[in-house]
């Protein structure tokens, strides 16, 4: 895993390596921690992040006597990472929604699910959800022939939430194990599309008491700062139970996962590293520091 997220990280380790060479310099501490500063914003971590990261690292330092720097850097950034578990549900029969704007992944993130508990031999059913963009059906249809999973999906333009309660009938009476929900990432306005994605939930929490177990947000990586903003949006729908990140192997950008994490405390689950269904992982924040710092 460690050598598959350096590989994925290229981009991002970019941006992190003048952090790695301002540790080598023999600056005093005050000066490396306001260069530190700067670096942290550029690699794209945020401002309230990364004045957090200094701030803690000033007391730490002062209250432990440390002077490696770069250790208390990895420790930081690992404790931010670590501080929502990123455990994922695994109890069973379940359903899993993922919701985000479109263009973040959500299909192709539902796809790559689908196929990680299919391969540890759990019976996987699909539903698009998104009914106002026929393209996003079409592309889970496809997945599931490839995958020989079902995909549940109904007419374009349809009430979505009516997809979904087809689904949990077919779901609830071919006893499978895992249901994963495909939904839209825009209607008319931002208020249409939370009350669309509120009404879904009720749907499935009436239908299957406890459910949906997972829901997850599919947020972009390539955006940056950007998927802050998403994810405050998203944060207003109540039950969000953590982040699958996408592309994180066509970014720079892969420090703003430390700002999601510490901005919305919201735990990344999972992250995607490439195109095809076998393109992931379960999010680890030690090996994710360790690929970012080596």
Known sequence: MLEKLRETLSKTRKLFAPIEQLFSRGQPQEEILDELFE???LA?????TSQKIIDDLKEKARKSGEVDLKALLKQELIEILASKPPAVNQVFPAVWLLVGVNGGGKTTSAAKLAHKY????RKVMLAAADTFRAAAQEQLVLWGKKLNLPVIQGQPGADPASVVYDAL?????RNYDL???DTAGRLHTY???MAELE?????ISREIPGAPQEILLVLDSTIGQNAIVQAREFNRFSGLTGVFLT???GTARGGSVLAVVEELKLPIKFVGLGETERDIIGFDPEAFVKALLS
Do not use: P
Request: hydrophobic fraction near 50%; avoid cysteine; proline fraction near 0%.
């Open 247 to 249: 592309k994180l192997d």
């Open 44 to 48: 794209d971590i945020g401002v309230a």
């Open 169 to 173: 009938q077919s779901f609830k009476a």
């Open 39 to 41: 670096l942290l914003i």
């Open 199 to 203: 009404k879904i939930k009720k749907v």
């Open 191 to 193: 208020a249409n599309l």
């Open 179 to 181: 249901l994963i929900i």
């Open 118 to 121: 299919q391969s540890e031999g």
